[in-house]
């Protein structure tokens, strides 16, 4: 039964959730046309001068804004960390894919055996899995550190890339394992009947019929590499590994850093992910939710 | 004869590619720093290199509120590092732990002593551990009093001389309008709001600890205790707004909201630069308030690791780096002062030219002079972080009223003294 809502409730609750969602993106965007000059005197407009995309050309091009030309202007007191902004980028890109590609090949397979086959210790190791995601991740950063440099992956995307896998693999097992389990076995005694192998079920049956939820989950482990913060921080070395979600910390901590600018970074930083959520999300909620209920 | 030229044709290839490895096997030095403009220390990295054939420098750069955890996490897992930034709250401990190495265990001799000859007492404090120099400065800097000189004028407000005067003008300044007149850098988080607090005592005359390291501010007389009920009184008197960081004070200030606010010197770079602050100009220091006018001064320093000295050749390229960074004729403590307004511990360079005209534009030059020659150095110790760390919180409830100034001081003695005795049976 359809129940009628009220249309002025329901359209300020929407808006309250459209400024709480949508506030800081438009506030970013404003406050990177703005110059500082103009955002905190209170005798000018907003935008009295015009929209000023200066800094945008600054982080793209090292060009500085004219205001830093004029006479009394310091010159170098502009934070060259948000030129870093673009290249990070790239590197979350880099480093969220590579993490997603390895879930999905290691975990998909992990999940389909942990769902359809019985094997010694699977009960133990399932939850062994499960659970290490409960472990605080503070406290791992030593051991992990201390691996890594043994493998002599710090400074490297790949050593980044390793761990991100690790971290998302748990979830990757359970999400896509409960969707195994769920399909119908009668499925897999035809294809046995028709002389399939364990491998060839998997590949040509399973994993078809679940794509939806692995695309889903791939999406989920992508979005857990692109905003993880701590392991990128301690493993990447320098500009040419480093994620973005280390390079916004370092941008709202220095003080050559104008607001302008770091709105600027913050703008650049979000629109990937702006894209990302409006063209995937629903496929993303719709997939987790198919593995979750389907029965 | 064909066996004689078949030999000496192999020793010959042999040796040229002996040769060949030799010239190859550069030292690479891995040189680890924290994230504060990174085009400038590469480009002062590439005119070393330029200057030392055979010394190449990797750089590796951390977030400030997360670099001393990742160097520790370096150091402890043998992560190759050669020279790094060192900070004065954790040289002791970096030292005792034998992570870091004394300079003259890498310099030719002399040359250290000659170079400490140069530093400014609070900066040679601060990195000297054991009566062993462990670092020269990549900058050293003060913590300012800053006002607004507009609003003071505008107000007929002279320059506060005193924490009372200071009370006195901010109290006249809410009646006549501005909400908070002092906008205050409250974050337990960081190691400066400890050191605000002391460069503020240290301006009332402050000791707080004695030779002994005994903790002397839990005395209601003692200047450290006063100033920290001073503080409490301004909250309580609704005088004081707080920002989390350095970096909001600046825009806090540039809207013309507060008159006072207390940070490091290098701010008031930012906030006199006419690029993007509508207020810049406004901004000046004066001495810190009380009856002494001292100051925290502190330095950061290039640092040759324990791992570098260890190794001959390495720890000779290593000084060299250290050397070209911090040493005569000064050319990089001189550009950082020039471009980007940093203060030095190389006290030739107050009568540099160039340094003068630069921050001529942003500060009176002789002032800061004055004041880098009336600072002191904090105390530090291989607990001291661990003690601040500890005392950070309960300085930041006793400011806001949430705990009372006494108990407070009481409690952060105790601790001090655990430390010590913890540290000294170890």
Known sequence: ?295 | MRMKTLFAAGLLAFSAFTVQRAVAEDITLEFVVWNYSLDTIQDNVKKFEEANPGIKVKVTDYTWPDYQDSLVLRFRSGTTTDVIYGGQDWLPAWGAAGFIAPLDSVAPAGAVEDLAKDIAGFALTDVTYKDKVYGLPYYADTISFIYNKKILTDAGIPVPQTWEDVTAAAEKLKAGGMEHPIVYEYNQELPNFYDAFVAQAYGRGAELFDKDLNPLFADPNNEAYKQLQWIADAYSKGLVQSETHESKIIPAMNTGAHAFTIVYTYVLAALNNAADQPRAGEFALAPMPGSKHSTLGFAKSYVVTAQAAADPARGEAAWKFVNFMAGKPYTVAKRWAVEKGLGFGQLPLFQDKDVIDAWGKWADVKALGDQAAAAKAGTYTEYSSVWSAYFRPLLAKAMVGEASVEQTMKDGAERWNQLKEQFANR
């Open chain 1, 1 to 295: 039964m359809r129940r009628n809502l009220n249309p002025f409730l329901t359209f300020l609750f929407a808006t309250l959730i459209v400024l709480f969602a949508g506030g800081p993106v438009i506030l970013s965007a404003v406050g990177s046309v703005v110059p500082d000059r103009i955002m905190m005197d209170a005798s000018k407009g907003l935008f009295s001068e015009g929209l000023n995309f200066e800094t945008y050309r600054y982080v793209f091009t090292g060009q500085l804004p004219d205001s830093y030309l004029a006479e009394n202007a310091n010159r170098a007191m502009i934070s060259d960390a948000a030129r870093q902004v673009p290249r990070s980028l790239l590197n979350s890109s880099v480093i969220a894919l590579s993490s997603m590609v390895l879930n999905l090949l290691l975990g998909a397979p992990a999940a389909y055996v942990f769902a359809r086959y019985v094997f010694p210790a699977k009960k133990l190791t399932f939850m062994f899995l499960i659970l290490s995601p409960l472990v605080p991740a503070v406290a791992l950063v030593t051991p992990i550190y201390m691996m890594i440099q043994a493998l002599g992956l710090v400074g490297t995307q790949a050593g980044i890339i390793l761990v991100h896998t690790a971290k998302a693999l748990p979830f990757t097992v359970l999400i896509l394992s409960v969707f195994f389990r769920k399909m119908p076995n009668e499925i897999f005694e035809a294809a046995a009947l028709d002389h399939c192998s364990r491998f060839q079920a998997f590949w040509r049956i399973a994993l078809p019929l679940a794509l939806p939820s692995v695309g889903a989950t791939g999406l989920f482990a992508f979005m857990l590499s692109y905003s993880e913060y701590m392991f990128s921080m301690v493993l990447s070395g320098d500009a040419a590994t480093r994620p973005v979600s280390v390079v916004m910390a370092a941008l709202a901590r220095n003080t050559d850093v104008s607001w302008s600018l770091l709105n600027t970074g913050i703008f650049i930083a979000i629109v990937p992910t702006l894209v990302l959520v409006v063209f995937v999300w629903r496929f993303v909620v719709e997939g987790l939710l198919s593995g979750a209920v389907k029965g």
